[in-house]
């Protein structure tokens, strides 16, 4: 059997070049078989992308003013999720009929947060699952976490996103169950991040008892409304979470400690405003989320309001 036909080169605007559009621009430039830039607010030339056994420093095009952008094949959404709205400017120049939007970021409302400006753009909600680290501006680290870097849903458009990432180092899969994959990842979010953004403390919070059974209550809420979502969440779905969490390392971070310790707004509405507000939609309580996002809204509002 002859190998399958190499796919034509596409075009690709990575929207966000921090840790996790850094990286996905990285390992997409090392293979070389796309047309990429970047959309950044400060011009770049190149980009260092680590990852293990390896570092590379890879010419990068990058654009500084939507003004000079054009309609393209694929659009990569890797801004933090309330970055969404103020890269609108962005993806209205590179979205035309045939654009395909990819949004790598936490959370649910991956298609609802860029719809306003994407015109007829077809969506690739993408999870990701690999560690980014951004060194500096133009300076990357991967970190392989799992058997897979990326998911995203087994139809058409998941599969022409995870065959842009063919011949990279990034390990795109397709899922049937996507959005069973989507809730693992949020109830990780909704029980590791507030924790350590409100105590101000890394993953070894999650070890004291009292915390660990207030996150088993969060995690409880939650289950019940991604059941209701449709997710296949286990009966004890919540103890499997906690057992994965306490698997990390007790001195890492979560992005949302590092966003708290550093006067930046927080990812608080993707991942517990979701939780909450798909609770009101199928008429089940969530409590302690609302609790935990009411606390997280008023430490965001006070950095937007200082920045
Ligand atoms: N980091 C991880 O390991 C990890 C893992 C899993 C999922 N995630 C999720 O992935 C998403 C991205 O996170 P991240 O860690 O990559 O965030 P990040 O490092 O803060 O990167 C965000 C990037 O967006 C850029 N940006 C923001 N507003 C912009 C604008 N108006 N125009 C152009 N660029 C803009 C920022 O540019 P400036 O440099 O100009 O500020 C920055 O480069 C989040 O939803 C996060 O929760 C992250």
């Not at 120049?93 to 409302?109: D, F, H, K, S």
Request: with cysteine.
């Amino acid at each position: 059997m002859s190998p399958p036909a190499a796919q034509p080169p596409s075009t690709i605007a990575v929207i966000g070049l921090g840790s996790i559009g850094g990286i996905a621009a990285g390992c997409l430039l090392t293979a070389g078989l796309h047309d990429l830039f970047a959309c950044v607010r400060r011009p770049l030339q190149s980009l260092t992308l680590d990852r293990p056994g390896s570092s590379a420093t890879l010419p990068l095009r990058a654009l500084t003013s939507p003004d000079a952008a054009q309609p393209v094949d694929w659009v990569l959404v890797c801004t933090k999720t309330h970055e969404t709205e103020a890269i609108g400017p962005w993806l209205q120049r590179l979205c035309g009929p045939a654009t395909r939007v990819a949004v790598l970021q936490n959370g649910l409302g991956h298609a609802e947060r860029v719809a306003p400006f994407i015109g007829g753009a077809a969506v690739v909600p993408a999870i990701v699952y690999y560690n980014g680290e951004r060194l500096a501006p133009d300076h990357v680290r991967l970190t392989p976490v799992g058997e897979r870097d990326v998911a995203v849903s087994d139809d058409a458009t998941g599969r022409a996103f995870a065959a842009l990432f063919d011949g990279t180092p990034l390990r795109v899969a397709t899922s049937a169950e996507f959005t069973t994959l989507l809730w693992r990842k949020l109830l990780i979010n909704a029980a590791a991040n507030p924790m350590t953004a409100l105590t101000r403390q890394r993953q070894a919070v999650l070890r004291r008892p009292d915390i660990h059974a207030l996150c088993l209550t969060v995690l409880g809420e939650a289950v019940a409304v991604g059941r209701a979502e449709g997710a296949a969440l286990a009966e004890d779905e919540a103890e499997r979470i906690m057992a994965a969490l306490l698997t990390y390392a007790p001195g890492l971070g979560t992005s949302m400690y590092f966003d708290t310790l550093a006067g930046r707004p927080l990812e608080a509405d993707a991942i517990l405003g979701a939780i909450v507000a798909a609770g009101e939609r199928h008429g089940i309580p969530t409590p302690c989320n609302q609790t935990l996002l009411t606390l997280l809204r008023a430490i965001s509002d006070a950095a937007k309001t200082a920045g």
